[in-house]
């Protein structure tokens, strides 16, 4: 097993990397939590293949346990979708001494993450991410949120879990595209601060190769984020650079209505666009932008910027939560593999910075 300790001001916690994991919750829980009540959240996809693993082990270890199952997807992350979850919290007569546990991806862990954070003002919850976007990402920091019609993220808080659960072995179970999807996020923690995991990803041959070295990547990962949210937990400076590739992947995500491109993929078409445009302004070192768009696409990633309003993805990013009050965005840019930096851009530039004339 592999344990990793966010050490911050106000709390600590372990984040559990361990294969076969997910059958042993139970027992790992019931020694630190003194009330037996556990409600689960997950989406119905995730919920069918591995509920009832977490549920038996819950249940052995004499808790008694409720679950609320979500659609799947984006699409999900709303108040609509949260106030049923609440309503279901109500019904189970579910108390600040309990505790909610988040079985899912990152849609599941951000709407859980929430609930926790405002049902009865606070109660405590548990991650156990099943996508490899969630374990090397979002389930890790306390960021949880919900989506708004103007915009993704743009209702939430900083509430971190009590601990965080990671059984590579859940990972089997992804299709093709959410592998890559999360692979994305990867490549990302490569791009930003750490180069050798990008010669791993280009020395493994096939998704297999991969799935047998995750643990070694996940907890890469892992680290990188621990030192930046340690650092910067509420994400006001060195933190931001987790969000490479994020401003415009976000707008994409929005303009197509969630549906077309996931986050990972919204993201890889950031991180080539920004790549791309800062080597081009001789910001980012030469060849950085090939080798990103060889990374991307041997993991089946889009590395263009499909066709969209741009002024409707401007007013989406103006938005954005690196934006500021001044009318400047924190754009987030490489100066090489594996070294990033934050770079201030004038709001009213962003179109011009961001969207190249695809046609030269």
């Given at each position: 097993?592999?344990?990793?300790?966010?050490?911050?001001?106000?709390?600590?916690?372990?984040?559990?990397?361990?294969?076969?994991?997910?059958?042993?919750?139970?027992?790992?829980?019931?020694?630190?939590?003194?009330?037996?009540?556990?409600?689960?959240?997950?989406?119905?996809?995730?919920?069918?293949?591995?509920?009832?693993?977490?549920?038996?082990?819950?249940?052995?270890?004499?808790?008694?346990?409720?679950?609320?199952?979500?659609?799947?997807?984006?699409?999900?992350?709303?108040?609509?979708?949260?106030?049923?979850?609440?309503?279901?919290?109500?019904?189970?007569?579910?108390?600040?001494?309990?505790?909610?546990?988040?079985?899912?991806?990152?849609?599941?862990?951000?709407?859980?993450?929430?609930?926790?954070?405002?049902?009865?003002?606070?109660?405590?919850?548990?991650?156990?991410?099943?996508?490899?976007?969630?374990?090397?990402?979002?389930?890790?920091?306390?960021?949880?949120?919900?989506?708004?019609?103007?915009?993704?993220?743009?209702?939430?808080?900083?509430?971190?879990?009590?601990?965080?659960?990671?059984?590579?072995?859940?990972?089997?179970?992804?299709?093709?595209?959410?592998?890559?999807?999360?692979?994305?996020?990867?490549?990302?923690?490569?791009?930003?601060?750490?180069?050798?995991?990008?010669?791993?990803?280009?020395?493994?041959?096939?998704?297999?190769?991969?799935?047998?070295?995750?643990?070694?990547?996940?907890?890469?990962?892992?680290?990188?984020?621990?030192?930046?949210?340690?650092?910067?937990?509420?994400?006001?400076?060195?933190?931001?650079?987790?969000?490479?590739?994020?401003?415009?992947?976000?707008?994409?995500?929005?303009?197509?209505?969630?549906?077309?491109?996931?986050?990972?993929?919204?993201?890889?078409?950031?991180m080539a666009a920004i790549t791309r445009r800062t080597e081009e302004m001789g910001i980012?070192?030469?060849?950085?932008?090939?080798?990103?768009?060889?990374?991307?696409?041997?993991?089946?990633?889009?590395?263009?910027?499909?066709?969209?309003?741009?002024?409707?993805?401007?007013?989406?990013?103006?938005?954005?939560?690196?934006?500021?009050?001044?009318?400047?965005?924190?754009?987030?840019?490489?100066?090489?593999?594996?070294?990033?930096?934050?770079?201030?851009?004038?709001?009213?530039?962003?179109?011009?910075?961001?969207?190249?004339?695809?046609?030269?």
């Amino acid at each position: 097993m592999n344990i990793i300790s966010i050490n911050l001001k106000e709390k600590c916690y372990k984040i559990y990397i361990e294969r076969g994991s997910l059958k042993c919750i139970g027992e790992k829980l019931k020694s630190v939590y003194k009330s037996r009540n556990v409600v689960v959240i997950t989406d119905c996809n995730v919920g069918k293949l591995y509920l009832n693993t977490l549920r038996e082990s819950l249940l052995s270890a004499g808790f008694k346990v409720n679950s609320i199952s979500i659609p799947p997807g984006e699409k999900s992350k709303t108040l609509d979708v949260l106030k049923g979850v609440y309503e279901n919290l109500c019904k189970f007569n579910t108390r600040r001494s309990d505790i909610i546990i988040s079985l899912g991806g990152g849609v599941v862990g951000d709407l859980a993450g929430f609930a926790a954070a405002t049902y009865l003002r606070g109660i405590r919850y548990i991650q156990v991410p099943t996508s490899i976007l969630a374990q090397v990402d979002s389930s890790i920091g306390g960021k949880v949120a919900v989506d708004l019609p103007w915009g993704k993220n743009l209702v939430g808080s900083f509430y971190h879990p009590d601990a965080v659960f990671i059984d590579p072995e859940v990972l089997v179970s992804l299709n093709d595209r959410f592998f890559s999807d999360g692979m994305s996020e990867v490549i990302k923690y490569g791009f930003i601060r750490d180069k050798s995991i990008l010669e791993t990803l280009a020395s493994l041959p096939s998704k297999n190769d991969v799935l047998n070295n995750i643990e070694d990547i996940i907890c890469k990962c892992c680290n990188i984020k621990k030192q930046l949210v340690e650092m910067d937990e509420r994400d006001l400076g060195d933190r931001m650079m987790l969000n490479f590739g994020h401003t415009l992947g976000h707008a994409v995500e929005k303009y197509y209505n969630y549906v077309k491109y996931s986050h990972g993929e919204a993201v890889a078409i950031g991180m080539a666009a920004i790549t791309r445009r800062t080597e081009e302004m001789g910001i980012t070192k030469s060849g950085t932008y090939d080798y990103m768009k060889y990374i991307l696409e041997k993991y089946v990633l889009p590395t263009c910027i499909p066709d969209l309003n741009r002024e409707a993805a401007v007013d989406s990013i103006a938005l954005d939560k690196k934006s500021s009050s001044n009318g400047t965005l924190n754009l987030i840019v490489l100066e090489e593999v594996g070294k990033a930096r934050i770079m201030k851009v004038k709001i009213p530039q962003v179109q011009e910075f961001l969207f190249l004339d695809e046609t030269k």
